[in-house]
T-cell receptor, first 112, second 114 residues
């Protein structure tokens, strides 16, 4: 079945720096790749997603890139702020099934 | 509008007891998912309901786990003869019909098996 690997498991950056989180997936049929942010004790919330017909998507300080050939996708956060501190999860799914296969998560700490 | 709701928010039970967890999806969302999140870990897919289609049960870890959904409304996840390794947060999510749609998560039920 599908497997999603996420790196790094923890990431610490200074406020204003950029943060990059990378994920690889195993099933070449996967075509939907969301990123979720989970603050401590809260539910996961979607921050950005990308579909396989697109190589890059940007929303203000957040961007996601997708390399279908290499089967990896990345989350880029620029000008990080302390409120960006949270756990970030990547996920993959196929359009004929909604189930998401999640990565193990990255704990991002932004130091003021 | 109202988001996904789950009850109870916390459940403490003794090993060997059965538990029922409830999920109320967003109205109009035909797809409903259950995930498990162990402490400090990622979300693990359990089961997926889409309209009147047969559910995808491929993520259920054992036959002690089962789930039901009536139409496009409430779902119940049942764990029989609970074990300590079942301790986790159980998250429910719903989404509009069709794959590749945003899943909206509920607040979760924190299950502790003593």
């Amino acid at each position: 079945g599908e497997n999603v690997e996420q790196h790094p498991s923890t990431l610490s950056v200074q406020e204003g720096d950029s943060a990059v989180i990378k994920c690889t997936y195993s099933d070449s049929a996967s075509n939907y790749f969301p990123w979720y942010k989970q603050e401590l004790g809260k539910r996961p919330q979607l921050i950005i997603d990308i579909r396989s017909n697109v190589g890059e998507k940007k929303d203000q300080r957040i961007a996601v890139t997708l390399n279908k050939t290499a089967k990896h996708f990345s989350l880029h956060i620029t000008e990080t702020q302390p409120e960006d501190s949270a756990v970030y999860f990547c996920a993959a799914s196929k359009s004929n099934t909604g189930k998401l296969i999640f990565g193990q998560g990255t704990t991002l700490q932004v130091k003021p | 509008g109202a988001g996904v709701s789950q009850s109870p928010s916390n459940k403490v039970t003794e090993k060997g007891k059965d538990v029922e967890l409830r999920c109320d999806p967003i109205s109009g969302h035909t797809a409903l998912y259950w995930y498990r999140q162990r402490l400090g870990q990622g979300l693990e897919f359990l089961i997926y309901f889409q309209g009147n289609s047969a559910p995808d049960k491929s993520g259920l870890p054992s036959d002690r786990f089962s789930a039901e959904r009536t139409g496009e409304s409430v779902s119940t996840l049942t764990i029989q003869r609970t074990q300590q390794e079942d301790s986790a947060v159980y998250l429910c999510a719903s989404s509009p019909p069709g794959g590749g749609r945003e899943q909206f998560f509920g607040p979760g039920t924190r299950l502790t098996v003593l």
